[in-house]
Structure formats: C-alpha cells, structure tokens
C-alpha cells in the first residue's frame, strides 16, 4: 500500500535531524539486538552473520580504544579496508566515538591517499594489511604525518602499528569510554572527497541529517523490503556504497549482504543465487559484465528489484535485464554531495512506467529542475539545460558547502542561494522526467567511479619527459567511459610504446590503480581557449 510521502519525510528528518541525534543509536544500538545487519560472504561463499548485539558490543570495545588513542569527538579517523566484518565494526566504533570518518578507496596510490589525510587532520587511519605498504614512509607520504596506525586484519609491520583485535580485547563491550556520543544532526559523520577538472579534491561534510535522505532513498527509490535479501553491491570507498550498502540499510534496520572478495560476474552470480538476492544495486558496468559473462545464468535467479547508479544506463542492459533477471534495470542519479535525488523509483505510489531514457523524477523531499544555460531561470521542457536541485524546497538536502572552499561552494549555488547546479546538464519532458545530457565539469565516469582529469594529468605532467598532459573519458562498452591521455612531449622526444607504459604505471603509482589512461596519444599541442583552458570537447571528438 502506498503511503503518503510528506508525512514520511517529516518522520525521517524527526528521527535524524535533531539536536540530540547519535549516530551509533540511529545506525546500530536502537535495533533489536539479535536482528542481522549484515551477512559477510567469503569468496568460497562461506558467509558468516554480524548481529546489531555484536555489532554494538565491538564497536563499543573500539570506541574505547580511539578514547585511549586521544581521538576526541569531532576528530577524523580514515579507513583504508576491503568490504569486512572490520570495516564495520571500526565504523560504527568511529562513530560512537563522535567522530568524522574519512573513506580511502583502496584502489588508490600513496599520494592520493597522503592528501586525504592530510587534508583532514586524521589522528588514526585503520588499514588492511594489504594496503600497509601505501602507507610506508618514502617520497609519496609523510613520515611525521601525525595520524596512528591501526592493521585491521593480520599483523602489523612496525611497533608503532597496532593491531584491531588486540585493542578491542583490551576493552569491554560496557566500557564508559566507548559510551555513545551525541553529536547533534548538523554534525559531520563522513568526509568523502570529490574531484573535478581543476584545483585539489574537495571534502563533501556529510552530517548525522544525512541519514534521513539515506534511509529515504532505501524506502522510496530501492523499495527494500523486510523480506529481500537486499545487496548492493558498490565498493563502500566511494559514495554509493558507503551511503546504501552501510549507512542505509544499517540505518533502516535491513540485513545487506557484503561481499568480502573482489568482483567477478560468475560470483556474482552465484551469490544472487545461493543466497536468493531479490533486491540488486550495483553500477551499469556490473551489470554489463553479468550481460558479457559467458558462463550460464543459474537457475532460480528472479530479482524483484533491480538498480543502477553511478553512469547513465543504456537501452541495451535494460532489456537484457527483462528477459534475464525477471525485472528492469532502473536508472537513478545522484551526487557524493547529496546522495540520491532523481530516480525511478519502485516503491508502491511513486512507481511508474519509464521513459526510455530517462534518469527519473525527484524523490519525496526534493525538488529539481532543469535552469537555462544563461540564467537561473527553469528551462521549457525538451529544452537543455543545467540540471539543479532547488535548496528552498528540498528539506531532504543536507549538502551545504564543501571544507574550507567559499570559492567552490559558491560556484555550485545560484546568486539568492536558491539553486544547487549540480554540472550536468539535461532535459524534462512534460510529465516532469529528467533526461541526462552531459556534464558540463569534463569528470569522467568509468565503472560508477567519478575521476576528475586534473587528478591525473598533474600526474602525468610529473614525468620530466613530459610538458603538458590533457585527460578525457571515451566510450567503453564495458566501463561506460574510460581514460585517454593527450600528451605533448619535450622537444627531441619521441612517443613510444615504452613511454605510454611508463607514463601508465606512474599514474597507477601516484594516483589510483584504476584511473590510468588505456591509451596514451602523443600529439604536438593541445587546442586551448584564448584564455588558456584546454578544450577537452575537442580532443574527445578526435
């Protein structure tokens, strides 16, 4: 039965966007202890059930432990981990606490990493083993950073590294110093940062009122259930994972499924069917490598509810998603500084049929429109424009300004504060469906991943034989989008197959692992505006 939406918005910002709002009681402590959060799965498929009791008896333990290591409320504390039982538990744990957690994508290199902490002020970083060595003092980070180190599985390198589990057995599940902290709904929880094409990347505050939104979304745009077996699958890094396969579900109260592996579309697949998945979130790349998988499809697959974040669908997974999941793949949009707010919702009242092509309508609690190019004025439909979400009439928006950037922060709203321009651009139809045009920010998408050019281009540039590097993003029939290069070298120097690799490695090096360029094209000038800014328009024309 549908219910009325108003009302439940005013219920979700009365829950969270209060003076007294904790994050530890909204996520975990206020669910019935026995009730699953999560169930881990391995990639033999072994899985292993983490209780809101369990949950709230560790993350007490380590709240206790970052009281001891002087972390205050307020403070950051960044994660550097795979999706784990761990990862959980230091969250919630960071939180308790009162404190700001900072996620590190674990594809990423030293640099970017050294920058996020730095940027912060984060007084402990908890990492997996595997990623210790991104961490280890040298030309990249800094060896008096000032953050402690905590390994969350297996064992430390150095003394000065501590272990996760020899500091939760140092407490109890009851210790005072790991007591809930209150923080109010106005205060950060997260700082994620975003790229663009220029400049460093910008800290995005998510405060406690967030999670109204959050939770939100899982009702009204995925319909989750409390009978589905709900998995999104997206790498808790990066926004949408951390905001609706943690924040979302923990915040709804719904058991998530978090696999402990990497992606490959046979597993996929078999954990859609051993463990009967019924409502699926993922990227369209996911979804376009289970199209591309040329193993069988297993028996008994039937998804109830099926969605796609991150990049544009296009028509072709769409359809193969009819005939093979048993229902459409729905496009929905959003933002690291809003989390979702135009989709194709499937909850009973706002469900309809959709417009092939389209990213959606508005959620319950915003309001969006598509403005005039040259005016903050709302465009006629079928005309493109900016699309913007109007910040008077959207009790749902948290996002208020990125972290010590007035100057960014101003570019994204409207002179009266009215409008956030969100640097796409699209188009309504008369029935109020929003169409995705282009972004007019030159951020390219690859697999769900947003990658800002100036990210990797500064990198690019660091190679003595290189004098100048442009970045744009190139269909992909797999990734949507995926890096290229443009690339003017220093006089005398030629561009070979050698230099592309080594100018290949050093982004993966000094960057992220992900966001190198797959092609590297050595040319003698890159077109500019007369007022120097590359146009990257031209070069993704070829």
């Known amino acids: ?58 993350s007490t333990k380590f709240a206790a432990a970052l009281a001891d290591l002087g972390v205050e409320p307020g403070d950051c504390v960044a994660t550097l981990m795979g999706k784990s039982a761990e990862l959980v538990v230091a969250l919630l744990g960071i939180w308790r606490r009162g404190a700001v957690h900072v996620p590190l994508f674990t594809a990423f290199a030293a640099p970017a990493i050294a920058f996020r902490l730095s940027s912060s002020g984060a007084k402990v970083i908890v990492a997996d083993r595997d990623q210790l060595s991104k961490l280890a003092p040298g030309e990249d980070m800094p060896a008096d950073g000032g953050w402690r180190v905590i390994v969350a599985a297996g064992e430390p390198e150095s003394d000065d590294q501590l272990r996760f589990g020899d500091l939760l057995a140092a407490h109890d599940a009851d210790d005072p110093k790991g007591a809930a902290v209150a923080v109010g709904g106005d205060a950060p929880m997260v700082q994620l940062f975003t790229s663009g094409t220029t400049g460093t990347p910008k800290g995005v505050p998510v405060p406690v009122r967030a999670l109204a939104s959050f939770h939100g979304y899982m009702e009204f745009g995925l319909d989750v259930r409390r009978d589905d077996v709900f998995w999104n699958a997206a790498d808790p890094g990066w926004a949408y994972g951390l905001y609706y396969a943690l ?8 058991r998530s499924l978090l696999l402990h592996a ?108 598509v403005l005039l190019d040259d005016a903050d004025e709302v465009a006629p439909p079928r005309t493109a424009g900016r699309v913007a979400i109007d910040a008077s009439a959207s009790p749902m928006m948290w996002f208020t300004g990125y972290v010590d950037a007035p100057e960014k922060t101003a570019q994204r709203f409207s002179e009266d504060g009215r409008w956030y321009v969100t640097g796409d651009a699209g188009s309504t139809d008369e029935d109020g469906h929003f169409f995705f045009s282009s972004r007019d920010d030159d951020v390219i998408i690859m697999a769900g991943y947003r990658i800002g050019p100036f990210d990797v281009e500064s990198v690019l540039v660091m190679h003595d034989q290189v004098v100048e590097a442009a970045v744009v993003g190139m269909p992909d029939q797999l990734r949507g989008e995926v890096l290229e290069a443009f690339v003017v070298l220093r006089d005398g120097v030629e561009g070979t197959d050698t230099l592309e690799a ?20 050595f040319v003698p000038s890159l077109p500019k505006t007369p007022s120097g800014k590359v146009q990257r328009y031209i070069l993704r024309k070829g």
Request: negative net charge; proline residues 7%; glycine residues 8%.
């Open 1 to 58: 039965m549908a219910i009325d939406t108003d009302v439940r918005v005013r219920e979700l910002l009365g829950q969270y966007d209060t003076p007294e709002a904790c994050a530890a009681e909204l996520l975990c402590d206020r669910h019935p202890e026995t009730d699953v959060a999560f169930t881990v799965i391995e990639a033999d498929l072994t899985s292993r059930d983490l209780t809101y009791g369990e949950l709230r008896a560790a």
């Open 247 to 254: 924040l979302g579900p923990m915040a709804a109260g719904i």
């Open 262 to 369: 990497g992606f490959s579309a046979p597993l996929t697949w078999q954990i859609v069917q051993k463990f009967g998945v019924t409502n699926f979130a993922a990227a369209p790349t996911v979804y376009r490598s289970l199209r591309a998988d040329t193993g069988p499809v297993p028996d008994g697959i039937s998804l109830r509810r099926a969605s796609s974040a991150g990049e544009p669908l296009t028509p072709d997974v769409v359809a193969w998603s009819r005939s093979t999941l048993s229902c459409e793949v729905r496009d929905h949009y959003g933002q690291t500084e809003h989390g979702m707010f135009v989709v194709n919702a499937w909850a009973d009242g706002l469900r309809e049929d959709v417009p092939a092509g389209s990213m959606g309508s508005p959620l319950p609690g915003w309001s969006c429109a």
């Open 502 to 521: 080594e100018l290949q490695t050093l982004v993966k090096k000094k960057f992220a692992a992900h966001a190198y360029p797959r092609t590297v094209h």
